[in-house]
């Protein structure tokens, strides 16, 4: 089977794909102020185009597809995309990540669809934490539709919660407490600086070093990585059912195990999260017949993809927050 293979010996088996620019939340360390709309913008890729993307992406050996935002779940032919996802060969997971709003109303007719895993955004474990955190007192509802896809049968269900110093760098007991019955992952994401959130992130940034020492000293150990995994490294213990994992960009190496690529709301390639490269590959979405085209725009485009982030040097690339690129 071809792959894409860049200039390190990286290959790129998993795609996040963007399906929205909009979201109903406003996170304090993504989009403060809420999502506005501007008319001027082009419209999201339509099934169609997104349709032939994956299959361009399956010829070059896409197997872990993640549906992103914005807030996916604001798509109301969602679970249309979910079902198309799954008819293309190959992909072998088709994964959400959502802020979980809709989840209780629509997470059995995405799973129906076709999607494989689901990761939920949950900041905080405390209402009125969350709420502060995210702009929305909308905690229980999350939980629920989160106890709710757990009897869906997911292959995996992983929690994100960005380490927020002052915010919820208390949360570990409540968490600790949550995962003791229940077999989801919960992933600690240390906040990552973007060009919008410079001086939130002086404020706020944490690095999750004490955080995974302590995790180490009271008996989780750390299990091995799969090639599609995404970028947390995941404990487990003996006496809980859940796991904890910790996603650290700022830590050494944290890029040499890069697999994934990145299109945009409206067809853009991106090479990295906090890249300066990438094309439109909206033209090659138009007929099946660009279909060769397209896979070798990929592969030309591969060959300019750098080691990783420049994030220590200060440096945020074209991403202004992580809603616009889907994390
Ligand atoms: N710096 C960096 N952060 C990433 C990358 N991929 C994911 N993240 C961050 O990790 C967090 C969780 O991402 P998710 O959308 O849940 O996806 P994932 O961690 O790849 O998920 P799994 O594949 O289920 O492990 C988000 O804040 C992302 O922005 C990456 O390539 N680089
Ligand atoms: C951009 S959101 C898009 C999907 C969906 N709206 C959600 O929140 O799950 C994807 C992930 O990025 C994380 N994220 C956003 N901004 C971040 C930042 N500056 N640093 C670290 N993670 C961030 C969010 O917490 C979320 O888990
Ligand atoms: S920051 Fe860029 S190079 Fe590093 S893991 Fe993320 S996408 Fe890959
Ligand atoms: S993290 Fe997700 S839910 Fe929160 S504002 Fe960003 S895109 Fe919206």
Not at 64 to 81: A, F, Q, V, Y
Not at 133 to 144: S, V
């Amino acid at each position: 089977m071809a792959v894409l293979e860049d200039r390190f010996g990286r290959t790129f088996p998993y795609l996040r794909l963007s399906v929205i620019e909009a979201c109903n939340f406003r996170c304090s360390y993504c989009l403060p102020d809420g999502f506005h709309a501007r008319p001027e913008r082009p419209q999201p890729l339509g099934r169609e185009e997104i349709a032939r993307l994956l299959r361009g992406f399956a010829e070059v050996g896409l197997s872990k597809l993640r549906l992103t935002g914005g807030e996916p779940s604001l798509r109301r032919d969602l679970p249309e995309i979910i079902a198309s996802a799954a008819a293309v060969g190959g992909i072998e997971r088709i994964a959400l990540t959502t802020n979980g709003t809709l989840l209780d109303r629509r997470v059995a007719r995405w799973r129906e669809a076709g999607l494989t895993n689901l990761n939920v955004s949950v900041d905080a474990l405390e209402r009125a934490r969350f709420h502060a955190i995210t702009g929305h007192d909308r905690l229980d509802e999350i939980l629920r539709g989160i106890e709710l896809a757990r009897g869906l049968g997911f292959a995996a269900i992983k929690l994100n919660a960005v380490l927020l110093k002052g915010l919820n760098d208390d949360q570990l007991p409540a968490w600790l407490d949550y995962l003791r019955e229940r077999d989801v992952s919960l992933r600690f994401i240390e906040l990552m600086r973007t060009g919008d959130n410079a001086a939130y992130f002086q404020r706020h940034h944490l690095r999750a070093e004490a955080l995974e020492a302590q995790l180490r000293e009271t008996g989780w150990s750390l299990l091995a990585r799969a090639a599609d995994a995404g970028p947390a490294r995941e404990y487990a213990h003996p006496d809980y059912a859940g796991r904890i994992g910790i996603i650290a960009p700022y830590s050494k190496d944290f890029c040499a195990g890069c697999n994934r690529l990145r299109v945009t709301h409206t067809g853009d390639l991106r090479l990295c999260l906090f890249g300066n490269v990438g094309i439109p590959l909206r033209p090659w979405l138009q007929d099946d017949a660009d279909r060769d085209r397209l896979v070798a725009a990929l592969r030309a485009q591969l060959g300019l993809k750098a080691i990783g982030h420049r994030l220590q040097q200060g440096e945020t690339g074209m991403t202004a927050n992580l809603s616009t690129i889907g994390g």
